[in-house]
């Protein structure tokens, strides 16, 4: 079982909520999405393990037993093309769960016209994987789901 | 064994939207599909959205897509049309 921690602080709202159906429709895999308090902010590592992708909009933390988890820091903000974002970690580094890992600024994001809800997101979970999913305020370290 | 080429349109690579919907479709797949880069290394499990983000293809990349048994080049027609979407 897999205890995966809130990234950001902020509300829990939802897969359904993120305006983006790629994720809304669970396509990416089960999880939440937390809506970001607005303000300069740093999004931590949701879990324990190695950092396999790091975008600054995006990354991917894979913990020992394989399991990814993806957390992505807005909707399209790819476009922004690292505009905003500051690396707090190196692909490839181990880091702990709750290490800072990409500082940035949701207000900013919502300035540009784009949504900075952060989808949060089981890869290759099955229906059913994730449980116990958190709803409504989160302080970034905070239980969010878990994944068994 | 079928095989297809296809060069990756999208601006973001093979993640995200691309990545999700080449996923979802090679999930509904009944035999084993993989997917390398044409340019080497290991293939990787075409129904794991993990493996496909971290073979990390860039737009403009070309990957070699394979899978056997009936129904086979259909599956692959369909792969190499959502991978080489713009």
New interface residues.
């Given amino acids: 079982m897999t205890t995966v921690l809130a990234p950001v602080e902020g509300a829990a709202v939802g897969l359904a909520a993120v305006p983006d159906p790629?994720f809304s429709a669970g396509?990416?895999?089960p999880g939440t999405a937390i809506d970001p308090l607005r303000g300069p902010g740093k999004a931590v590592a949701p879990i324990a393990g190695k950092i396999?992708?790091l975008h600054p909009h995006a990354y991917?933390i894979?913990g020992d037993d394989g399991k990814?988890v993806?957390v992505h820091l807005g909707i399209d903000t790819?476009q922004l093309k690292g505009k905003g974002f500051q690396l707090l970690a190196a692909e490839g580094d181990r880091v702990s769960a709750g290490q800072p890992v990409v500082s940035w600024d949701p207000a900013a994001v919502e300035a540009g016209g784009r949504s900075p809800v952060c989808p949060v997101v089981a890869?290759?979970a099955v229906a059913g994987a994730v449980t116990d999913v958190a709803r409504g305020a989160v302080h970034a370290g905070d239980e969010l789901f878990r994944w068994t | 064994m079928g095989e297809r080429k296809a060069t990756v349109a999208a601006?973001?690579g093979l993640?995200?939207?691309p990545?999700?919907?080449f996923v979802?479709t090679a999930m509904k797949a009944p035999m084993d599909i993989r997917v390398a880069k044409v340019t080497g290394g290991e293939p990787v499990n075409g129904k794991?959205?993990?493996q496909i983000?971290?073979l990390?293809v860039r737009q403009g990349e070309t990957i070699v897509i394979t899978a056997e048994g009936e129904g086979a080049e259909e599956v692959l027609d369909q792969l190499a049309s959502i991978a080489s979407t713009p």
Avoid: C, N, P
Wanted: glycine share 8%.
């Fill in positions: 790629v396509m990416v895999g396999m992708k991917v894979v990814g993806l790819v890869l290759d | 601006e973001v993640h995200a939207r990545a999700a919907t979802q794991s959205i993990l983000m971290a990390d």
